[in-house]
């Protein structure tokens, strides 16, 4: 048996890859209120380009809170591969957890069903991938399926490293992916 195993990048939304809790707007409910925060469509491009697959791993309990609907969220995340496609990034898949936070399901992080289905799915080795998040749900997410976890904008203990923003973590990566 041969199986080619596929590294990974998995990012968080929220605070890593768009604007939120800025002057201009507090959470994405819409499609206009997607901002990229700064140098995310190269920083995803450099992945796909040292040959990462690259995965969206986003808690939207707002989805099951009523404050936006399934379309809705589908609409911001065509918008936001959309846009970033146009830079040349690609992103693989996006896997929404959109149950309310107190429907206690193993989707929202810091719960793992998110990344071990996209782990099995594409058959990725989590030898050589990565979680990257700004909050501690995603770092637990991370570390519990056994991946390097990185935390941006914020720091936390149990994260493996921690970076400014996207760019400088994924500059990073690309160096460890080496050693
Ligand atoms: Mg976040
Ligand atoms: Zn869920």
Sequence with gaps: MNVQLNKA???????VINEVKTHRVKFVNRKE?????ENVPESIKKLND???KVFVVTNQGGVGLGYMTEDTLNDIHDHMARELAKQG???HEIMACTHAPHEN???RKPGSQMLLDLIDDYDIDIMKSYMVGDREPDIEAGNAVGIKSL???NTHPEAYKSFKDLSEAVDWILEDEKA
């Design 9 to 15: 990048v998995f990012l968080d939304r929220d605070g």
């Design 33 to 37: 209120d997607l901002y990229f925060l």
């Design 50 to 52: 040292a040959g990462f």
């Design 89 to 91: 990034a690609q992103i």
């Design 105 to 107: 399901c193993y989707c």
């Design 151 to 153: 935390m941006v904008v």
